[in-house]
Every structure is written in C-alpha cells, then in structure tokens.
C-alpha cells in the first residue's frame, strides 16, 4: 500500500506473539497465537511476526497452521553460526522451513557483545551477518536485519555499529531496525544517533525502530526515531514484553494517526475504522491472558475519558474537548462520569443521564443523592469507579428501583480437611435464601470448581445465588466476575473492608459494585449482589425496548 501524495507511509510491526510472548507469566497457546494474528490482521498492521519457529512447540504448531492474513507474516530467529555455511545451519532452516514471505534475523552490532556473548572477531561478525541476510534474499524472501544492542553498540563503536548496518543493506536486507535492547536509551539520543545513521547512508525508508520500556520512554523513544526520519515501527499490543515491556502500539497507532505533525505528515495502513476496534482489541489480549485490563492505559484504559471532579463533569457536558484530547469512540472507548465525594450537581445529572435515569435541573431529588454518596464514601463506600452500585443507589432514591428478589437469608462455612490424596484443602459451602416469584427458595453450593480446586467463599456464594433465581436465572447465565479487589479503610472511627468485583457478560459489558463491612464475606455478598441486580435490569431493560 503506497502512501497518499504528500505523505510518507510508515508500516507497523507487531511483534505481540514473539516479544510480547517473553512477557513474565504470559504463555500462548497455539490457538491463542492464532486468534491474536487474526485480530492484529483485522486492525490493520503490516507485519506480524509469529514467533520463532524451531524454538519451541507452540511457535512450530502456528507456522504449521498460520492464519492466512493481510499482514506479511514474519518468522523470527537468528543470523547463521560461525564455522557453518548459511545454507547447512540447522537453526537457520527451521527459520526458513516456516515458508514465510518475510523473516527477521537478529544479530549483533555492538562490538562488545560481538567479542564477549559471540567470543568471535568484529569481522567474523559481520560474514554472518552478510552471509546470513544474503540466503534469506537468494531464497526469495523479504529479509529484516534487527540490530541487537545497537544504540549502545553506536555509542561505543559508531564505526563498527555502522559497518553492521552497511554490511546487511549490501547483502539485500529490505528492513534495518535500530534495537535499543536494554531499554536505557532517552528520546533525544534515539533521534540523534537515528539522525546521524540516515546521514551516514543508511536510508530511512530502510530503516525501522525498536524499543523496550525500561526507562517508561518507548513511545517516546519511537516517536523520536520517526522524527528522525526511520519509517518501521516494532511494538507490541498493551506494551508487553521482556522486563517493563516494549513500545505499546496501542498508544502509538492513535498517536501517529490522529496527533499532529504525525496525522499529517504519514499514512499507515490502518483505517479510521479499524481505528475504532483499538481497545475491544487491547481488552481481548488481556482477556485471553486472563489479566486485568490496566484502567489507566492511554487511549484504550477505562479511565482513559473518566472526568471525575464536578469542574470537569460540568464543562464536559457544555463541550468534551475542554477536558478531552481526542473523542473516545475515535478509538473505541467511552467516556465515563465516575461518582464520588467530588461530585456536584452537573456531574451527577450526566451520569444519571447516561444510566438512563433524566432528572431535571433543580430536582430536590439530586441533593438526596449527593447526601446519600457522600454519606456513604464517608462510611468507607468508593463509587468514582463503582458506578453499577451508584446506579442502583440512584435508582432507590428516586422510586425507581425495581423489586426483584429479596434475600431472606445466607451462611457460608469454610471446612480445612484431607482430601483423597491426604492433602490438606480448603472448601467452602455457601446457602442461600432468596424470596423471589412469591416464593422463598434454598440453594446449596460448593466452591469446588471442575478441576477439584477450591475457588473461595464469594465463589460458593454466587454459584449458590445463580442456582435458582426463578424467572431471572437465565438472564445470569452468561455472568461472570473477573477481578475482585480488596481494602481496608478507614470508615468513621474503625477500619472496615471494602470490596470492589468487576463483572463481565456474554455481550461484553462490564461493570462494577461495591460492598462494605467489617466482615468480609458480607461486603463481598453485597457486591455480589449489586452485581447481579444491575445485570437484570440492565437485560430486563433491553428486552422491553
């Protein structure tokens, strides 16, 4: 895909399945390799780079049954051995045996570790780099070259770091990516040694960047390289990878497409819809990964757009972009009026607005609200990020609260005995009494999950709840929690336990309640609840409409 007339076009790398996969505790499965390609393929990136085939079962079971994609699929692995000739090193051809267009070999380009990790001469080197790059084009395939260690190879030897980068450009190489491998190199010398690169000869639409997050500057660091004129850019989604992770492209994509000079000066091939996918994106990786998604992440948190001060709700409702950079929905986000102490009458108007409840201005009703917020933050409740529960607070207050069912009673007993194995577990058995279609029911369950583990008290509790909720039962059938969050605070004059669960639908909603007691299970209960009750009338809703 060229470029529109004027503008230079940059292509994006990502790398999610091969450095993302050296993340501490993420492990893809092939099948997960698989749905990631897709979703990246969908978005609109121009390589993918799977992984390195010969390395481990998972990376030759995805080249074996790759996706086909869009993207140029890119095997990863290394320049050739010394003592072996390209075409008879083993590692090489389980690089080549991947049958991808496109193949990424790293090697060395700082002559310290050229001498010291390699134990072989800068000019032995440099006939593995050439020889290495060279089969990859005689075999007909794009070749990539990635510069291990070269900002601080430059920096030690600009000489030699540029002799590696010539060496592979004459040998064929299309891409030649600059690493800053351990991740201490700041923003202003990525440009100037990028800069000085270009000026020594080496094309910069030849050449692309590549940085680690260890000193929280990636973006910044690859922002910089493109400044200095280098037209690839490596990244992961969400920023994972090694240590503190490689350049996030979930903040880059946006960047480069909707901020200036760069929405103006370079085209990538992603469209302003596919855009608009970026965080159902970012949210599905950490969903596969069974990771909290990180609230605060630029453009695609859910923080991202949450205006919680009444100054800021008031002038968001005259005209977002007073406290908004770009619109959400550009990047398929939402905006958010949190509910909390800070709050004033055109904040909590908004967010009874966007929950479906319209109070008009000056109803007495608002006041009671706030009371009835500050009041209960007072006693240790937290609703900027709970807003489900708020919801259903709100809905009380104004006789809008629908009665549904009403539990009557419940006990949970937790029993520490031998297991068949003579292990020592835990488990937990939770009843539940609920009065619901005129009638009260008895529900009893276990915290056992399928595979014999013991998943906790509030688990018992919401396996019991959802048993038998009369008409009601099937429209939880598709919930779910997935975070749970604990704290003690200070509620008047004795510290009290709050508890906080995130809860997930069939439909991809998400939302949060809030419980809080001095007993633990009792403010999990009441979360759980509000859970529960905001899901069906939320549901209950839909359907009348």
């Known amino acids: 895909m060229s470029a529109p007339a004027g503008k230079d076009r940059l292509y994006i790398y990502d790398t999610t399945l091969r450095d993302g996969q050296q993340t501490q505790d993420v492990q893809f499965s092939t099948d997960e390799k698989q749905q990631i390609a897709r979703a990246l393929d969908a978005l609109g990136v121009d390589y993918i780079e799977g992984g390195w085939p010969g390395a481990n079962p998972t990376d030759n079971a995805f080249f074996d049954a790759a996706p086909?994609?869009?993207?140029?699929?890119?095997?990863?692995?290394?320049?050739?051995?010394?003592g072996i000739s390209a075409q008879n090193d083993d590692v090489l051809a389980a690089v080549m045996n991947a049958g991808t267009a496109s193949v990424c070999l790293v090697g060395k380009s700082h002559e310290f570790h050229v001498t010291r990790a390699l134990g072989i001469t800068l000019d032995e080197n440099l006939t593995l780099l050439r020889d290495s790059v060279a089969h990859l084009v005689a075999s007909g395939r794009e070749a990539l070259f990635d510069a291990e260690h070269f900002f601080d190879g430059y920096k030690?030897?600009?000489?030699?770091?540029?002799?590696?980068?010539?060496?592979?450009?004459?040998?064929?190489?299309?891409?030649?990516?600059?690493c800053d491998t351990n991740g201490g190199t700041l923003p202003v010398e990525?440009?100037?040694?990028?800069?000085?690169?270009?000026?020594?000869?080496?094309?910069?639409?030849?050449?692309?960047?590549?940085?680690?997050?260890?000193?929280?500057n990636a973006v910044a660091c690859t922002l910089a390289a493109v400044d200095a004129g280098a037209r690839q850019i490596q990244g992961t989604l969400n920023g994972l990878g090694e240590r503190c992770g490689n350049a996030n492209l979930t903040a880059l994509i946006p960047i480069l497409m909707l901020k200036e000079p760069y929405a103006s000066r370079y085209e990538t091939g992603i469209t302003p819809a596919a855009l608009k996918t970026l965080t159902r994106t970012s949210r599905m990786l950490d969903e596969i990964l069974n990771r909290v998604p990180q609230k605060q992440a630029a453009f695609v948190g859910a923080s991202a757009f949450a205006h919680k001060a009444g100054l800021h709700a008031s002038a968001i409702l005259k005209d977002p972009s007073t406290y908004e950079h770009i619109e959400p929905a550009t990047v398929g986000n939402s905006r958010i009026i949190p509910m909390s102490n800070q709050a004033?009458?055109?904040?909590?108007?908004?967010?009874?607005?966007?929950?479906?409840?319209?109070?008009?201005?000056?109803?007495?009703?608002?006041a009671r609200i706030l009371e009835e917020v500050k009041a209960r933050e007072a006693l240790?409740?937290?609703?900027?990020?709970?807003?489900?529960?708020?919801?259903?607070?709100?809905?009380d207050a104004l006789g809008q609260m629908p009665d549904l069912f009403e539990v009557k009673r419940y006990r949970v007993t937790v029993e520490r005995r031998k297991n068949k194995y003579n292990r020592m577990v835990s488990v937990s058995e939770a009843v539940v009494v609920i009065k619901v279609d005129g009638e009260k029911r008895l529900s009893v369950s276990e915290s056992m999950d399928e595979d014999g583990n013991d998943r906790g008290p509030v688990n018992a509790l919401s396996k019991a709840l959802a048993k038998d909720l009369g008409q009601y039962s099937a429209l939880i059938e598709d919930m779910r929690l997935i975070d749970f969050k604990v704290r003690i605070t200070q509620g008047g004059t004795e510290a009290v336990t709050r508890v906080i669960i995130d809860s997930e639908d069939g439909q991809g909603n998400r939302w949060s309640t809030v419980g809080v007691s001095a007993n633990i299970v009792d403010a999990s209960f009441e979360a759980l609840l509000d859970a529960i009750r905001w899901k069906l009338i939320r549901d209950l809703k839909d359907q009348q409409a």
């Open 156 to 178: 030690a030897n600009p000489d030699y770091a540029l002799s590696c980068l010539r060496t592979v450009l004459d040998a064929g190489a299309r891409w030649i990516v600059l």
């Open 344 to 366: 004033g009458q055109s904040n909590l108007r908004r967010r009874l607005a966007e929950a479906g409840l319209n109070v008009a201005k000056g109803d007495p009703a608002l």
């Open 190 to 216: 990525v440009g100037r040694i990028t800069a000085e690169v270009i000026a020594a000869g080496i094309p910069g639409d030849r050449l692309g960047i590549h940085t680690h997050d260890d000193t929280d």
């Open 68 to 82: 086909k994609t869009r993207a140029r699929m890119t095997a990863f692995g290394m320049t050739k051995r010394l």
């Open 380 to 395: 240790g409740y937290a609703y900027d990020t709970a807003q489900a529960s708020f919801e259903l607070l709100a809905r």
